[in-house]
C-alpha cells in the first residue's frame, strides 16, 4: 500500500476509477513511470489527483495522470493498490469545454525549470532522488577529484559550459565548507 501523505479532501477513488483525460498531451518515458513510482513507495502520495465527474458520473483525471501511470507500474508487483482509496480533489466544470480549459491550465507550465535552482533547492535533502532531482542533475557537470595533504578536504576539477560557471559558483558558494577557487 502506498503512504497516504496529503490532507484528507472528503472524496476518494480507487485507481481503477480514475480515468485518463488528456490523451496524448504529455510523454512520460517508462524510466518517467518508474521513477515516479519509486519516488511513491519511498514518500508516499503527496498530492491528491484533480478530477472531473462528467455527466455520466465518471471521473476523468485533470492532473495525476504521471501518478496514476506510476501507481499502476507499481500494482504489477502490489495488485492491493488497485483498490487503495487515493484522496481526490473535486473540479467543477459544467461542460467537456470546461473540464478541457481546467486541465489545460493545471498541466500547463508558466515557465521553465531552472535545472541550478533544482539543484541548490534540493541541496540540504543529501541523496534524494524525486525525478526532478535526477533530471537536474543529470549531465550538469563532469567531476574529477583528487586527494590532498589535507584530511577530510578533497580538490574536484569540475568541467562546466562557459555560460554556465556564474550558476554553478552562485550554487557552491552558499555550500558550507566548501571553498570555490575559479
Not at 519509486?38 to 455527466?55: I, K
Request: hydrophobic letters at 40%; one cysteine or more; charged letters at 25%.
Amino acid at each position: 500500500m502506498i503512504q497516504i501523505k496529503c490532507s484528507d479532501t472528503g472524496n476518494t477513488a480507487s485507481l481503477t476509477e480514475l480515468i485518463a483525460f488528456q490523451g496524448e498531451s504529455k510523454k512520460r518515458s517508462e524510466q518517467d513511470v518508474r521513477d515516479l513510482g519509486q519516488s511513491l513507495l519511498e514518500d508516499g502520495l503527496l498530492q491528491p489527483f484533480s478530477v472531473w465527474r462528467n455527466s455520466e458520473g465518471v471521473l476523468k483525471i485533470l492532473d495525476g495522470h504521471g501518478r496514476k501511470a506510476a501507481l499502476e507500474y507499481l500494482a504489477l508487483e502490489n495488485p492491493d493498490i488497485l483498490d487503495q482509496l487515493f484522496p481526490v480533489i473535486l473540479i467543477e466544470a459544467d461542460t467537456e469545454e470546461e473540464a478541457i480549459k481546467a486541465c489545460l491550465q493545471m498541466m500547463s507550465t508558466c515557465g521553465k525549470i531552472n535545472k541550478a535552482g533544482v539543484v541548490k533547492f534540493a541541496a540540504p535533502v543529501i541523496g534524494y532522488k524525486a525525478p526532478i532531482v535526477m533530471k537536474s542533475t543529470a549531465k550538469a557537470v563532469k567531476v574529477k577529484t583528487k586527494t590532498e595533504s589535507k584530511p577530510n578536504k578533497v580538490i574536484i576539477g569540475v568541467e562546466v559550459d562557459k555560460d554556465k560557471v556564474s550558476q554553478l559558483i552562485s550554487i557552491l558558494k552558499d555550500v558550507e565548507g566548501v571553498n570555490v577557487i575559479v
